[in-house]
Structures are given as C-alpha cells and as structure tokens.
Nanobody
Framework: QVQLEESGGGLVQAGGSLRLSCAAS????????MGWFRQAPGKEREFVAA????????DYADSVKGRFAISRDNAKNMVYLQMSRLKPEDTAVYYC?????????????????WGQGTQVTVSS
C-alpha cells in the first residue's frame, strides 16, 4: 500500500512558476512509475507527465512539453513537477499517482495509487 500526498499548489499569475511535490510512503517507491495528472472543473482527468521508476525516462503531454519538468528523488521518496510559463488553461487540481506498469504511463486507469490532489489556479 502506497500513500501519496501532494503539496505546492496555489494561485499564480500567468507566466509564473510553481513546483509541486508528492511525498510517497508505505511502499517500495523505487519500484513505481510516477505520474502527474490534472482535472479541471467539468473535464476528465488528463495526463500531464510521468517518469519511470529510475527516472531515466520522462514523458509529457504535448500541452505542457517545454514548460513542465517531472523529476524524482528515490532516496527521499519524492516526485516533483516544476511548472513554468503557466497559463490560465493550466488551472486544475493536480494529482500524483503510482503504478508498476511502465508501458502505459499515460493512462489514468494504469495507476493503482493516487494522492488527494492540490489546486493550481493561474490568473490571467
């Protein structure tokens, strides 16, 4: 059983930056691929970024490529999402999630464990 807790959300102006953190506990963190997803009001949960257990492979949604960066620290059981050049359309609740299934990291239903989410609001 893996518990995940996100932090770092908040209100930021367009063009600004935020760094989200996700702390994992209760499992072998380095065995899991980690993903970030987001869900805006009235929309489905969507893939943002993911990284393999070693952190060697990182994948991004086209909408955030070049602006967001996912990273992990397996020694600290942490995964991060550095978000830059934020846009109002990035406004959403952001979730981190864990899965042992690496090949389908973009699919939400791949993930077994989810955090409670952290709100990110980007004002124009």
């Amino acid at each position: 059983q893996v518990q995940l807790e996100e932090s770092g959300g908040g209100l930021v102006q367009a063009g600004g930056s935020l760094r989200l953190s996700c702390a994992a506990s209760g499992g072998a963190f380095s065995n899991y691929a980690m993903g970030w997803f987001r869900q805006a009001p009235g929309k489905e949960r969507e893939f943002v970024a993911a990284t393999t257990p070693s952190g060697g492979i990182r994948d991004y949604a086209d909408s955030v490529k070049g602006r967001f960066a996912i990273s992990r620290d397996n020694a600290k059981n942490m995964v991060y999402l550095q978000m830059s050049r934020l846009k109002p359309e990035d406004t959403a609740v952001y979730y981190c999630a864990a899965t042992i299934r690496v090949l389908t990291m973009r699919q939400p239903n791949t993930y077994t464990y989810w955090g409670q989410g952290t709100q990110v609001t980007v004002s124009s």
